[in-house]
């Protein structure tokens, strides 16, 4: 079993930078797909960014893409996303998740605020 948690979250002023990690334990982590999801209050739970198991092949939401960028080292069993040019609509709690065939874990999640 994998066990992830986030760190990084944070209230800040639009236009500003953050960057979340994902902390993960176990040593099947490298062998997960990874991915990064969002829920702003209510709202459903929303895609962010994904990555293979090398950290490879990164995927984006749409009204992420050119500002995001998720990134996975299995030496230091962590994966980060760093987000730019954040504004209101990206406040939300985000959550890591792990995928490797029919095992998913998740993460507790962070909190994220952007102010105008």
């Known amino acids: 079993q994998v066990q992830l948690a986030e760190s990084g979250g944070g209230t800040v002023q639009a236009g500003a930078s953050l960057t979340l990690s994902c902390a993960a334990s176990?040593?099947?982590?490298?062998?997960?797909?990874m991915g990064w999801f969002r829920q702003a209050p209510g709202k459903e739970r929303e895609f962010v960014a994904a990555?293979?198991?090398?950290?490879?092949?990164?995927t984006y939401g749409d009204s992420v893409k050119d500002r995001f960028t998720i990134s996975k080292d299995n030496a230091k069993n962590m994966v980060d996303l760093q987000m730019n040019s954040l504004n209101p609509d990206d406040t939300g709690v985000y959550y890591c998740n792990g995928a490797l065939g029919g095992y998913v874990t998740w993460g507790q999640g962070t909190q994220v605020t952007v102010f105008s």
């Open positions: 176990g040593s099947t982590f490298r062998y997960l797909s």
């Open positions: 990555c293979d198991w090398s950290g490879g092949n990164p």
